[in-house]
């Protein structure tokens, strides 16, 4: 079992090679395991827990290598599927940008983009001495402290690029879609730029990802991004709007909508007792209970209007 570990992928290229390569690492790995735990069945050979869980996280880490190269694989293939038409209107994008940048210069910008594999990637930053991942720089100009004196000097703990103030020749970036053919990538006519990358990342694993992140608790929704997920669950089952019909929403402006569609539909009053939520609808037939007075229903409005003690009254 030594040769099992963590899976790392190599640094991304633009071509579909570097996926390829990935791929190749993981099917070698896959083999690895195949061959110890055939060996184990063969000779009867108890596994132990330490060993099990390190198969377990071989296995889920294989299963992330080949969605994130996979990914990758589909955005290098589109590409050279663009057809002519698509190209004529890449070239009239971009003579409209050119025109668009000479009519505001001040809007300026670079276009930067970044592979499908470091987006999809589990640590964006790397140490360049020790090789450690971290998912903020500024965790890894934190981490960068360990390895001398020099890493601990406030220009090298300060943010690139933030502290020179603004520069007037320094251009903004902004980012595009590594998938061919999206709107958000750079080649497209009618490209619009995204502004950072985790824009970058979110957009591309929401619009071309595979969602891997399933409720389960509705067992409907699924999600590309835990952000989603995470947000989708602080509602997700709880149904704190019903109407008198007996459907229930878990939010109000969808049952005041539901209540606008059908006549008659009134809100129901939840309640819950014993673990269990009961309904309490209002009909038309409910007696209307008033504080001293009883119920309405004993009590005639033709005695009261044709009562003598009217009189008193100024009207």
């Known amino acids: 079992m030594s040769s099992l570990g963590?899976?790392?992928?190599t640094p991304a290229a633009a071509d579909s090679r570097v996926p390829l390569m990935n791929l190749s690492a993981v099917?070698?790995?896959?083999?690895?395991l195949h061959q110890f735990l055939s060996e184990s069945v063969t000779t009867n050979t108890p596994i132990g827990r330490p060993q099990m869980?390190?198969?377990?996280?071989?296995?889920?880490?294989?299963i992330h290598q080949i969605i994130v190269n996979g990914a990758a694989l589909l955005s290098c293939a589109a590409a050279p599927s663009v057809s002519s038409n698509q190209l004529a209107e890449e070239k009239a994008g971009?003579?409209?940008n050119q025109v668009e940048l000479e009519q505001n210069p001040d809007d300026d910008y670079e276009i930067i983009e970044i592979d499908a594999v470091e987006l999809l990637a589990e640590h964006v930053h790397l140490c360049e001495i020790c090789g450690k991942g971290f998912k903020r720089d500024a965790n890894l100009r934190m981490h960068m402290r360990a390895h001398g004196n020099q890493f601990?000097?406030?220009?090298?703990l300060a943010k690139p690029g933030g502290g020179g103030g603004d520069d007037p020749t320094r251009?903004?970036?902004r980012f595009s879609c590594p998938y061919a053919g999206c709107n958000r990538n750079r080649r497209h006519g009618k490209f619009r730029a995204l502004k950072s990358?985790?824009?970058?990342?979110n957009h591309f694993k929401r619009s071309h990802c595979p969602k891997m992140y399933a409720c389960d608790r509705c067992n409907r929704k699924s999600f590309s991004v835990v952000a989603d997920l995470r947000s989708h669950m602080k509602h997700c089952?709880?149904?704190k709007w019903r109407c008198s019909c007996g459907t229930s929403f878990s939010r109000k402006d969808k049952l005041f909508g539901h209540m606008a569609l059908f006549e008659g539909h009134m809100p129901a009053v939840v309640e819950e007792e014993e673990g269990k939520v009961r309904m309490k609808a209002e009909s038309d037939d409910v007696l209307l209970e008033l504080d001293e007075f009883g119920c309405i229903e004993d009590y005639c409005f033709d005695d009261v209007m044709n009562s003598p003690n009217l009189g008193y009254f100024n009207f």
């Open 171 to 173: 251009r903004k970036a």
């Open 53 to 62: 869980e390190m198969v377990s996280s071989e296995i889920t880490s294989a």
């Open 152 to 156: 601990k000097t406030p220009e090298a």
């Open 94 to 96: 971009k003579l409209a």
């Open 237 to 239: 089952g709880e149904t």
């Open 6 to 9: 963590e899976i790392h992928h």
């Open 197 to 201: 990358v985790v824009c970058v990342r």
């Open 27 to 32: 099917q070698s790995r896959m083999d690895n």
